[in-house]
């Protein structure tokens, strides 16, 4: 039996196919089972077994070979179709990009967290409070009684007779050491404070403050002080002295107010108003009524606490002259704090 014109038509037939439908056609066409091979195949069982061993061998090789056209032609037809397809869909590498508005973390976010890091190294702990707080936590627990003159210093948002928008982050030390009820604790508190000041260029209606609370046994001023230097020059650069001046809070007693000595050196600027120091923020000792109204025992635990304004700082680390850059969402200013999110 010369299989060979059948082979020499299968080869043609595939190579004329120019589609994998094509290709699909010639398959069953010549290896279908009604195709010369299906019918070879059939008939294999009325052969004599001489007859099937020869016609079997036949009938096999013949098979492979048209397995193998039919394998070439769809590789070659699936080649062609990539092929077509890449020139179709051109892609040019070299065309720019969009451009993407890449958003840039805001200076006073930027700044909060890199006290954050700072005091979650020393083992602090963050807590926040409400900004509606109540009038007991944000100045009767903090020994400011209703008509204490010191109230003044803080002029508020009421809500009602009982909540305020807080003036403050002290209030959330009151809530961690009602809460907590522990003689030992490392916290700092962020958020924002709302005061009835006009706006200007050193004040906001809204700010934001860092409040620090640090109680346990026999803590004192030198280690307020230590904490508070390491923070000067930890934001400002090694370079910066600190400077503690007698202040007043009800709520801590001693009080002190920081300074940091100015970028001039010390050499007299407009900034530090030819000071050498600028003033940083409000601090001192645990006044022990506080401890007393928020559970503690005073003859048992001693603490100091500190509460910083976070766009001061932000100002004299960027030399601005002006506060209000933080909130009128210009651009310009805004891009200029390049830094991960
Ligand atoms: C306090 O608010 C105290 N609670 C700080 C404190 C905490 C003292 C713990 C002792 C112990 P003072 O009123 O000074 O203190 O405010 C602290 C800081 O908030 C100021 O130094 C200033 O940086 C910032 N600040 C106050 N008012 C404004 C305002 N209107 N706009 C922007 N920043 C302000």
Redesign the pocket.
């Known amino acids: 039996m010369d299989l060979k014109p059948i082979l020499l038509k299968a080869e043609s037939d595939f190579n004329n196919a120019v589609s994998a439908l094509n290709i699909n056609e010639v398959k069953a066409k010549y290896l279908g089972k009604k195709s010369f091979l299906g019918e070879l195949m059939q008939k294999m069982k009325d052969f004599t077994p001489e007859e099937r061993k020869e016609y079997g061998k036949l009938a096999n090789d013949f098979k492979v070979a048209l397995e193998v056209l039919y394998e070439k032609a769809l590789k070659r037809v699936n080649d062609m179709e990539i092929e077509k397809r890449l020139t179709e869909n051109k892609l040019d590498i070299t065309l720019p990009g969009l451009n993407f508005n890449q958003g840039t973390i805001h200076p006073l976010t930027k700044i909060t967290r890199e006290i954050e890091d700072l005091f979650l190294a020393l083992g602090y702990e963050i807590k926040e409070g409400p900004e509606v707080e109540i009038d007991e936590y944000n100045f009767e627990k903090l020994n400011l009684p209703k008509n204490h003159p010191a109230r003044d210093?803080?002029d508020s948002f009421y809500i009602d007779a009982h909540r305020l928008l807080r003036?403050?982050?002290?209030p959330v030390?009151v809530r961690t050491m009602l809460e907590s009820q522990s003689n030992e604790l490392k916290i700092i508190c962020p958020g924002k404070?709302y005061?009835r000041?006009l706006d200007d260029a050193?004040?906001?209606?809204q700010?934001m403050?860092i409040?620090g609370l640090v109680i346990g046994p026999n803590i004192n001023m030198a280690n307020l002080k230590g904490t508070l230097d390491l923070l000067a020059k930890t934001i400002f650069g090694q370079d910066r002295e600190i400077r503690l001046r007698p202040s007043y809070?009800p709520?801590?007693e001693p009080?002190v107010e920081l300074d940091v000595s100015c970028q001039c050196q010390k050499q007299g600027c407009p900034i530090c108003k030819y000071t050498g120091f600028i003033?940083?923020?409000?601090?001192?000792i645990v006044n022990k009524k506080v401890f007393a109204m928020c559970g503690l025992d005073p003859e048992k635990v001693q603490g100091f606490?500190?509460?910083?304004?976070v766009?001061?700082?932000a100002m004299l680390k960027y030399k601005m002259n002006n506060?209000r850059h933080f909130y009128t969402n210009d651009l310009r200013f805004l891009k200029q704090f390049k830094g991960g999110l």
């Open positions: 210093m803080h003036t403050h982050t002290s030390q404070t005061r000041d050193t004040h906001s209606h700010f403050q409040e809070f709520f801590t009080s003033e940083i923020l409000g601090a001192g606490a500190f509460g910083l304004g766009e001061r700082i506060l």
